[in-house]
């Protein structure tokens, strides 16, 4: 006669079970708003590149002003330079914004620049002649670094997840 329970091999089956639906209910709701920002931060690098390489096509200026938001956002705003004046950029260069959870930190020339004063031009510009301003863009999410984007010392867009702050 055969004693009543269960075995290890079924006991060891539902534990994998309740392990994985536990690890799929974490992935699924924890990290929503980082996962957001990196997404929106690898928007941001491709609209980068492709502007750097959509100035040099066109051999014009290419630029991205940022400014604060009354909202605490950070407003993105692509802009071309057209007869002597800084003018709102066309398709496919459409004004974003980075969530007001993402803290931005702007340098040029490793020089922080306050996002909270009025800018007439954009700070950072993309040359026909392939130049780009010497800029750092730093996210950060409740004071961690989760992004990087920069000029190497060869002029190229880099981007990367960490970096001293």
Do not use: C, H
């Amino acid at each position: 006669m055969r004693a009543r329970g269960f075995t290890l091999i079924e006991l060891m089956v539902v534990l994998l079970l309740v392990g994985l639906a536990i690890g799929m209910v974490n992935f699924n709701v924890g990290g929503n708003e980082e996962r957001r920002a990196r997404n929106d931060l690898d928007q941001l690098f491709q609209m980068l590149r492709y502007a750097d390489e959509n100035a040099a096509l066109q051999g014009d200026l290419v630029g991205l002003q940022l400014s604060q938001t009354l909202q605490g956002t950070t407003r993105l705003e692509w802009k071309r330079f057209r007869g002597g004046n800084w003018l709102d950029a066309e398709a496919p260069f459409a004004a974003s914004e980075i969530p007001e959870f993402v803290q931005l930190e702007l340098r040029l020339d490793e020089q922080p620049v306050d996002l909270n004063k009025e800018s007439q031009s954009p700070q950072v510009v993309f040359s026909g002649s392939g130049e780009i301003s010497n800029f750092e863009l730093r996210f950060s999410l409740a004071d961690k670094p989760i992004r990087l984007m920069t000029v190497d010392f060869t002029g190229d867009l880099v981007q990367a997840d960490e970096w001293e702050p």
